[in-house]
């Protein structure tokens, strides 16, 4: 006797709209269409790469053929993969992806965390897919924006960033203020980024306890 094997859904496209834009400012809009499966109804879910290489959810499983949303990049730009899983009745599943460009404005640490607790007083309890989408988006943020933080190190001695002096071991003893290795950064600068961070957490905790059901709370962790 012979089983039937059953195939995922054949012939999706997917595109985004506009095909370049600004990090965490561009509103873009993923549609997908052209699936082909006798077993439906279908079903899509919305991913995007972040910077490191890993898929962040964007939504859950929904009937909808399209999203919109901001995406995240790392600076100055980066070509963002985005994809679509469709799934049968039978839970069969099949993807396609396409790349869009986001730009990312340079702005200093201060800036750049600003405009991650402005977004994060925004979101509401009320709107838990937007919240979903928000929310791993800005994960990636602050993990760019960490980076950041490390990338604009240089090696120290003998010019400290002219914020230190070399000490007799070839380290920079930073002057008052100055932080890293070459003292490149103001206190108050790292201070931000770790605050923009608890932020984030604390905002995901509360969003996470008013979520109505497990399977929007899953959607929810399984984007971070």
Same mark, same amino acid.
């Given at each position: 006797?012979?089983?039937?094997?059953?195939?995922?859904?054949?012939?999706?496209?997917?595109?985004?709209?506009?095909?370049?834009?600004?990090?965490?400012?561009?509103?873009?809009?993923?549609?997908?269409?052209?699936?082909?499966?006798?077993?439906?109804?279908?079903?899509?879910?919305?991913?995007?790469?972040?910077?490191?290489?890993?898929?962040?959810?964007?939504?859950?499983?929904?009937?909808?053929?399209?999203?919109?949303?901001?995406?995240?990049?790392?600076?100055?730009?980066?070509?963002?993969?985005?994809?679509?899983?469709?799934?049968?009745?039978?839970?069969?599943?099949?993807?396609?992806?396409?790349?869009?460009?986001?730009?990312?404005?340079?702005?200093?640490?201060?800036?750049?965390?600003?405009?991650?607790?402005?977004?994060?007083?925004?979101?509401?309890?009320?709107?838990?897919?937007?919240?979903?989408?928000?929310?791993?988006?800005? +994960?990636?943020?602050?993990?760019?924006?960490?980076?950041?933080?490390?990338?604009?190190?240089?090696?120290?001695?003998?010019?400290?960033?002219?914020?230190?002096?070399?000490?007799?071991?070839?380290?920079?003893?930073?002057?008052?203020?100055?932080?890293?290795?070459?003292?490149?950064?103001?206190? +108050?600068?790292?201070?931000?980024?770790?605050?923009?961070?608890?932020?984030?957490?604390?905002?995901?905790?509360?969003?996470?306890?008013?979520?109505?059901?497990?399977?929007?709370?899953?959607?929810?962790?399984?984007?971070?």
């Amino acid at each position: 006797m012979q089983l039937p094997y059953n195939f995922g859904p054949t012939g999706g496209k997917i595109r985004v709209l506009p095909t370049t834009g600004e990090g965490l400012s561009t509103m873009f809009t993923m549609v997908t269409e052209e699936w082909t499966d006798n077993d439906t109804p279908l079903s899509y879910q919305f991913l995007y790469m972040r910077a490191d290489g890993t898929w962040a959810t964007l939504t859950g499983q929904q009937r909808s053929t399209q999203t919109s949303s901001w995406l995240s990049a790392k600076a100055p730009s980066q070509t963002v993969y985005v994809k679509v899983t469709a799934t049968d009745s039978y839970l069969a599943t099949s993807e396609v992806n396409t790349t869009v460009d986001v730009h990312v404005l340079e702005t200093g640490l201060t800036q750049a965390s600003n405009k991650i607790t402005n977004i994060l007083s925004q979101l509401s309890a009320n709107d838990p897919t937007r919240n979903m989408q928000v929310l791993s988006l800005l +994960s990636s943020e602050i993990t760019n924006l960490e980076q950041k933080v490390l990338d604009q190190e240089s090696p120290g001695c003998p010019l400290c960033s002219n914020h230190g002096t070399c000490n007799a071991n070839n380290r920079c003893d930073c002057d008052v203020g100055w932080n890293l290795e070459d003292c490149s950064i103001t206190d +108050s600068e790292i201070a931000k980024v770790i605050t923009t961070k608890l932020d984030a957490l604390n905002k995901l905790d509360e969003l996470f306890a008013a979520m109505p059901n497990e399977e929007t709370k899953s959607n929810l962790l399984s984007s971070l």
